[in-house]
Nanobody, 118 residues
Framework: QVQLVESGGGLVQYGGSLRLSCAAS????????MAWYRQAPGKQRELVAD???????NYADSVKGRFTISRDYDKDMVYLQMNSLKPEDTAVYYC????????????WGQGTQVTVSS
């Protein structure tokens, strides 16, 4: 069973930066897409950013120009660099990995809390 473990969350002031890390228990080469989602209190989980095996990236409009997603195949890690943080970025951030076999299988981490104070 694949495990994804997030780290790097915490409390930061408006305009600050954080880098989230996601460690996979197996080689991330197997994953077609890796992504970061977030869920704020009372809201649905939403896609923040994703990156495919060929390096293509996709970002939510609300984070474009501020967040950067990256994959490290040597370390089996995925990162989310978050700059110019705003209070509306406050949420639990989840790492996600998508594997395609006969069907699509998704794996989730347990989440890490990010809180941005104004």
């Amino acid at each position: 069973q694949v495990q994804l473990v997030e780290s790097g969350g915490g409390l930061v002031q408006y305009g600050g930066s954080l880098r989230l890390s996601c460690a996979a228990s197996e080689s991330i080469i197997r994953f077609k897409v890796m992504a970061w989602y977030r869920q704020a209190p009372g809201k649905q989980r939403e896609l923040v950013a994703d990156v495919t095996g060929d390096g293509s990236t996709n970002y939510a409009d609300s984070v474009k120009g501020r967040f950067t997603i990256s994959r490290d195949y040597d370390k089996d890690m995925v990162y989310l660099q978050m700059n110019s943080l705003k209070p509306e970025d406050t949420a639990v951030y989840y790492c996600n990995a998508e594997e395609v076999r006969l069907a699509t299988i998704e794996y989730w981490g347990q989440g890490t809390q990010v809180t941005v104070s104004s």
